[in-house]
């Protein structure tokens, strides 16, 4: 009886605390949404008051339409998110394969080599790769950041994608060789589609880092026609930061598309998490 | 002899894309970028230096001053991550993990949210809500009573950086959490039940049986935590600017770095010394990872179930 109840009160802490975080954790995302909704007036009597039909406006929401060109920047942040997503998995699962398959003089080595990424960023080889882009004349392209980011996002994806590709059935493979299959086929139409589930886990992992960018934007890319919505967001509300309604649109417009692909990703990349940490 | 294998070209064309790709653009660069921090440039023409820029890095006060307070802010940052961060990162991930505990995917969900949003967004957000202009958090602490508390914790010298750390930590927490959840969950029931018919249960169960066992993971966020740390930059860019105000208080190894490279103000960008400051991020960084892979990973004890 007792035991029950203790055991009650501690379910009861537990969730309390967690409430509590989660509140924490969506507090500052729930605050900028809801006032981006709202009049100058609202936004500074109430901030914290859901916008009622006195206070709804979409001021702040036409500024940035009519200011900034976000819908631009969102179409670059895209075609160099799946751009680079696109070669890192498929390059990625390509050496993965070949890693994990092949026994041949130097795989070790080869492993260690290509892993050596996640531990090194790609940042500090800034200066040289400014170098490498303007020589090659890429600067100010979106090529540029396809490049740098599939170079970023390799180590990892061949880390993770060898790890799952071990798992796949020798015998299948066998067979296949077998039936006179080539390498190559073997590959793109045996083992690929068994490692589809590591393949979204990585394509999120890869794609978080890469939309969220900053650095690589400003420096490879700042030209009004490539900016990304990270880099567009960040001058935009540098010019505007006395218009209170513009900047907390412009955030909610940066925040509402990673939220969406989130929530519609989140078991994946969940259970990718937990998937890839038990061996 | 004739029963040599041809070479196998299918295994060259698999590596192929990947290893091109990643060593001109990520392994060349670096290598390039430590090069070049060996020269200096005399009438815009390349000129070997040698050391020289390492020693005006370390040796002229103009330079090291900036670089020892980098350098100090990033230690600061990095220890605030570990003793604020990582342990909420376990309780959390601990709570979750108890049985039967409902809406638990629901938890896991809501706390990474801050994670998958840029740095641009988590330092306007924070910035707009700590602003004593718009006044939410006074307004918030006013209603707890501890409106005295208040200050604008972005523009002191003394706040600053600790603030920064926080939100940070804020963003960053959701990793901590899934890697130990993770790790939790992959500890076998069998243990957890032997445990209990011994009488260890709750609190002494977590400290006896869980904690020893998710101690590489705990090993493995570390390491990331700190390579993440000192190749930040994103953050204090969108809330302080490339000058990391207030009095370059929360300035750290990134944003000098980018000064230097680019260049604020009325001083002329230097590649050379920028990637002297990028030379010497890499050694910091590869000495930690050397703790790490050395010192801490071979002497954490691995049980296989």
Redesign the interface.
């Given at each position: 009886m007792s035991a029950a109840r203790a055991l009650l009160g501690?379910?009861a802490a537990?969730?309390a605390?967690?409430?509590a975080?989660?509140l924490?954790?969506?507090f500052?995302?729930f605050?900028?949404v809801v006032n981006s909704f709202k009049t100058r007036r609202a936004?500074?009597a109430e901030?914290?008051a859901l916008p009622t039909p006195e206070t709804f406006s979409l001021v702040g929401y036409q500024t940035v339409t009519r200011q900034g060109d976000f819908l631009l920047y969102f179409q670059n942040s895209l075609i160099v998110t799946v751009a680079s997503l696109f070669?890192v998995l498929?390059?990625?699962a390509?050496?993965a394969?070949?890693?994990s398959e092949?026994r041949?003089r130097g795989n070790r080595l080869?492993g260690l080599y290509?892993a050596?990424?996640i531990?090194?960023?790609?940042?500090?080889?800034?200066?040289?790769?400014l170098?490498?882009m303007v020589a090659s004349g890429l600067v100010n392209t979106l090529t540029a950041l396809v490049?740098?980011y599939?170079?970023?996002g390799?180590?990892l994806a061949?880390v993770i994608l060898s790890e799952f590709m071990r798992t796949v059935s020798d015998d299948l493979k066998n067979a296949g060789r077998i039936d006179g299959l080539?390498?190559?086929t073997i590959?793109f139409r045996l083992v690929l589609p068994l490692v589809r589930p590591a393949m979204a886990t990585v394509a999120v992992f890869t794609m978080?880092p890469i939309?969220?960018?900053?650095?690589f934007p400003l420096?490879l890319a700042p030209a009004e026609a490539t900016k990304t919505v990270?880099l567009g967001?960040?001058v935009f509300?540098g010019q505007f930061v006395t218009d209170?309604n513009a900047?907390?649109s412009a955030?909610s417009l940066?925040?509402l598309p990673?939220?969406v692909l989130?929530?519609i990703f989140?078991r994946q990349?969940?259970r990718g998490?937990?998937a890839?940490?038990?061996? | 002899m004739t029963d040599r294998k041809p070479f196998?070209w299918?295994?060259a064309?698999?590596?192929a894309?990947?290893?091109a790709?990643?060593t001109?653009?990520?392994?060349?660069?670096?290598f390039?970028?430590l090069n070049?921090a060996l020269f200096t440039s005399i009438d815009r023409q390349p000129v070997f230096a040698g050391l020289e820029n390492f020693r005006t890095l370390f040796g002229d006060p103009r330079w090291s001053e900036a670089f020892w307070n980098a350098l100090g802010n990033n230690a600061w940052f990095f220890v605030v991550h570990m003793l604020v961060q990582n342990p909420?990162g376990v309780?959390?991930a601990a709570?979750?993990s108890?049985p039967?505990?409902r809406?638990a995917?629901?938890?896991?969900?809501?706390?990474?949210?801050?994670?998958?949003?840029?740095?641009?967004?988590?330092g306007?957000?924070?910035k707009?809500?700590l602003s004593p202009i718009?006044?939410?958090a006074p307004?918030?602490l006013d209603a707890v009573g501890l409106r005295s508390l208040f200050a604008p914790w972005l523009g002191q010298e003394e706040t600053a950086l600790t603030t920064l750390a926080l939100i940070s930590v804020?963003q960053f927490?959701?990793i901590p959490m899934?890697?130990i959840?993770?790790?939790l969950?992959?500890i076998p029931d069998e243990v957890l039940e032997a445990a209990e018919m011994d009488g260890i249960t709750?609190w002494s169960r977590f400290w006896k049986i869980q904690l020893p066992l998710i101690l590489p993971?705990i090993g493995i966020i570390s390491?990331l935590t700190f390579?993440g740390n000192f190749?930040a930059?994103?953050l204090i860019?969108?809330s302080q600017g490339a000058l990391a105000g207030p009095n370059y208080a929360t300035d750290i190894l990134?944003t000098f770095?980018y000064r230097t490279?680019?260049g604020f103000q009325l001083q002329l960008g230097d590649?050379h010394m920028?990637?002297a400051i990028?030379t010497a991020?890499?050694f910091i960084?590869?000495a930690g990872?050397c703790v790490y892979l050395f010192a801490i990973q071979t002497r954490l004890r691995r049980y296989q179930f």
């Open positions: 501690r379910s537990a969730h605390i967690l409430i975080y989660t924490i954790a969506l500052p995302v605050v900028i936004i500074f901030p914290l070669f498929l390059f990625g390509m050496a394969f070949a890693l092949y041949f080869m290509l050596l990424g531990m090194i960023p790609i940042r500090l080889g800034t200066v040289a790769i170098q490498l490049l740098v599939t170079a970023q390799l180590p061949i080539s390498e190559y590959f978080i939309w969220n960018d900053l650095w420096i990270t967001a960040q509300i209170w900047v907390l955030l940066a925040i990673v939220l989130y929530l989140s990349l969940i998490i937990t890839g940490a038990v061996k | 196998p299918h295994v064309v698999f590596l894309p990947a290893v790709v990643y001109a653009i990520m392994i060349i660069p670096l390039a970028t070049l909420i309780a959390l709570l979750l108890s039967g505990l809406l995917a629901f938890y896991r969900t809501a706390i990474f949210v801050p994670t998958i949003l840029s740095f641009v967004i988590v306007f957000a924070w707009l809500i718009w006044g939410v307004s918030m804020w927490v959701g899934m890697l959840y993770a790790a969950l992959s709750g993971a390491i390579v190749n930059f994103d860019y969108a990134g770095l490279f680019f590649p920028g990637a990028a991020m890499f960084i590869l990872v």
